[in-house]
């Protein structure tokens, strides 16, 4: 089971901080974010293997940090220079094994948690 938490309102140029508390958690697993705007598609914005190893979606690179905390579970997505384009519902997800050059395809993930809304006004 996978819980986020941390989502909310925030204006333009403002950070929030998501977590994500996996249970049955395992150093194995590749994990990851993602986020679905109204009416897009689900896309994957940042990934994390247990080497610490990441990869992210381009618009987010030098924005966006994700980490992990083995030791409690957790994964955090810490997000810095909120624009409204990044409003969302925002998921974490696993799965088994190496993220790999797939690592931001949804259908790669098997574990999803419920998401937390991300809202960013201007």
């Known amino acids: 089971q996978l819980v986020e938490s941390g989502g909310g309102s925030v204006r333009a140029g403002g950070s929030m901080t998501l977590s994500c508390v996996v249970s049955?958690?395992?150093?194995?697993?590749?994990m990851g974010w993602f986020r679905q705007a109204p009416g897009k598609e689900r896309e994957g914005i940042a990934s994390?293997?247990?080497?610490?190893?990441?990869s992210y979606l381009d618009s987010v690179k030098g924005r966006f940090t994700v980490s992990r905390d083995n030791a409690k579970n957790i994964l955090y997505l810490q997000m810095n220079t909120l624009q409204p384009e990044d409003s969302a519902v925002y998921y974490c997800?696993?799965?088994?094994?190496?993220?790999?050059?797939?690592?931001?395809?949804?259908?790669?993930?098997?574990?999803w948690g419920q998401g937390t809304q991300v809202t960013v006004s201007s």
């Open positions: 997800a696993a799965r088994w094994g190496w993220c790999g050059s797939l690592a931001l395809r949804v259908t790669e993930y098997s574990y």
């Open positions: 049955d958690y395992t150093t194995h697993y590749c």
């Open positions: 994390i293997n247990n080497d610490e190893s990441t």
